[in-house]
């Protein structure tokens, strides 16, 4: 499933070092209930491929779709697991395993992908990014 959302339905100024903040905004990308556990789904919001994924029921994550190592986009196709109590997704390309909360590569500190925060509201999946 691809999605392609127009615009944030609220948003918010976001603290950076620039003279004016970003504006960041959620967006919605698709129903919650279209989420199957231990697997991804990728979106499109705002130019950004992101990759939807519920590693099991009421653990939504979201990262960026693009693989840092082949700059493929593949990584919502990648395989969900764990490592103790830490979600993780590994590249179904050459297997780096990526935390989905932080994005930090468990394998290569010098690798990690960006993370979204996520939300459900009246059962539809929102993606938090900069506009």
Known sequence: ???????????????????????VGWFPVCEAD???PAWGEAVFVEGR???LVLAAPGELY????????TSSYV????????????????SPLLKQV????????LDDPA???????????????????AA
Do not use: F, K
């Open 34 to 36: 279209a989420l199957e």
């Open 111 to 129: 690798l990690a992908l960006a993370t979204y925060r996520t939300r459900v509201v009246g059962g539809m999946v929102e993606v938090e990014v």
């Open 49 to 51: 491929q992101i990759a």
């Open 62 to 69: 979201a990262v960026d779709h693009r693989d840092p190592v």
């Open 75 to 90: 990584m919502a196709r990648g395989i969900v697991g764990s490592r103790g109590d830490r979600a993780t997704i590994a």
């Open 1 to 23: 499933m691809s999605i392609t959302i127009p615009g944030p339905t609220a948003s918010a100024a976001a603290d950076d070092e620039r003279t004016e903040p970003a504006a």
């Open 98 to 105: 990526y935390d989905l909360q932080t994005g930090a590569c």
